[in-house]
């Protein structure tokens, strides 16, 4: 499913579009340690997490994620979100906990 589905689905909102809105999604990850996140995010994963600085947005670049998937009602802090446009980072969010947000990705890529 490429990210032009996932945001025109409506399941999360966009926060910010990234340039490459083809790109699809690969695998779904979730984790909230950066230093691990940084070791185990594949490129073209969408990552769900619930921190929303501008670190979260450095390993996402680093790692080449598809997104990141911020949930629990999280929004990025300015500084982030600045990161997030400059580097061409799709970021979505939602109030669902994470383990939800990931099934739901789960069930729509499925029925894609």
């Given at each position: 499913?490429?990210?032009?589905?996932?945001?025109?689905?409506?399941?999360?909102?966009?926060?910010?579009?990234?340039?490459?809105?083809?790109?699809?999604v690969t695998k779904l990850y979730s984790c909230d340690l950066l230093s691990m996140a940084l070791v185990k995010a594949t490129v073209g994963c969408a990552w769900f997490t619930v921190i929303g600085n501008v670190n979260t947005i450095a390993?996402?670049?680093?790692?080449?994620c598809s997104c990141i998937v911020l949930c629990e009602g999280v929004k990025l802090d300015d500084y982030a979100y600045k990161?997030?446009?400059?580097?061409g980072v799709t970021v979505l969010c939602t109030d669902m906990p994470v383990f939800d947000a990931a099934i739901m990705l789960s069930t729509a890529i499925d029925a894609n």
């Open positions: 499913m490429t990210l032009k589905q996932i945001i025109d689905s409506n399941i999360f909102t966009a926060v910010n579009i990234g340039r490459d809105t083809e790109r699809t390993v996402a670049v680093h790692c080449e990161k997030a446009v400059e580097h």
